[in-house]
T-cell receptor, first 115, second 111 residues
Framework: ETGVTQTPRHLVMGMTNKKSLKCEQH?????MYWYKQSAKKPLELMFV???????ENNSVPSRFSPECPNSSHLFLHLHTLQPEDSALYLC??????????????FGPGTRLTVL | GEDVEQSLFLSVREGDSSVINCTYT??????LYWYKQEPGAGLQLLTY?????DMKQDQRLTVLLNKKDKHLSLRIADTQTGDSAIYFC???????????FGKGTRLSVIA
């Protein structure tokens, strides 16, 4: 596979469920990102990892928990979500090792619906 | 912080040119981006321009940058139905902050 992949592509969960979103990049990049895209807001940056360390967390609620076990994989663990968390969750990667601006390449996204 | 504005909708006839505009409040000296999002898909990097350039042309795409007015535009020549998508401009914030995206412009191409 090439580029940035995300699984699952669609997820429906109840408010009491625990689930995880997975992102994998095959580009040899050092930084990975989670974004939330909802109908009413611009793309919101949630988390940035650089060289497997979290470098930015934009005041995201604790019901979202990221994990970056290595530079190729990024997870977003979800628990006790709210219906307003329903959105498209996009993963991206870039070459840079810091949070300096690099060209970001996006995955196809996971469409999450919280019932 | 950085504020990036785009008009939300644009409708053009097939074969005409489309111009999508973006304004921003601040930017570091680096690349400015245009991304395309087709229905049900993630964001696809379309093109970019370095901040010391005024114009960049790439086949049917022309990017214009007016740094004085903080205005970025994307022109699509001979617009096709396959160009129907949402187009996002993405501007780096001041300093070393990550990209800030506009809300996206939904381009509809009428056959």
């Amino acid at each position: 596979e090439t580029g940035v992949t995300q699984t699952p592509r669609h997820l429906v969960m109840g408010m009491t469920n625990k689930k995880s979103l997975k992102c994998e990049q095959h580009l040899g990049h050092n930084a990975m990102y989670w974004y939330k895209q909802s109908a009413k807001k611009p793309l919101e940056l949630m988390f940035v990892y650089s060289l497997e360390e979290r470098v930015e967390n934009n005041s995201v609620p604790s019901r979202f928990s990221p994990e970056c076990p290595n530079s190729s994989h990024l997870f977003l663990h979800l628990h006790t979500l709210q219906p307003e968390d329903s959105a498209l969750y996009l993963c991206a990667s870039s070459q840079g090792g810091g949070i300096r601006v690099d060209t970001q390449y996006f995955g196809p996204g996971t469409r999450l619906t919280v019932l | 912080g950085e504020d990036v504005e785009q008009s939300l909708f644009l409708s053009v006839r097939e074969g005409d040119s489309s111009v999508i505009n973006c304004t921003y409040t601040d930017s570091s000296s680096t690349y400015l981006y245009w991304y395309k999002q087709e229905p049900g898909a993630g964001l696809q990097l379309l093109t970019y321009i370095f901040s010391n350039m005024d114009m960049k042309q790439d086949q049917r795409l022309t990017v214009l940058l007016n740094k004085k007015d903080k205005h970025l535009s994307l022109r699509i020549a001979d617009t096709q139905t396959g160009d129907s998508a949402i187009y996002f401009c993405a501007i780096p914030g001041p300093g070393n902050t990550p990209l800030v995206f506009g809300k996206g412009t939904r381009l509809s191409v009428i056959a």
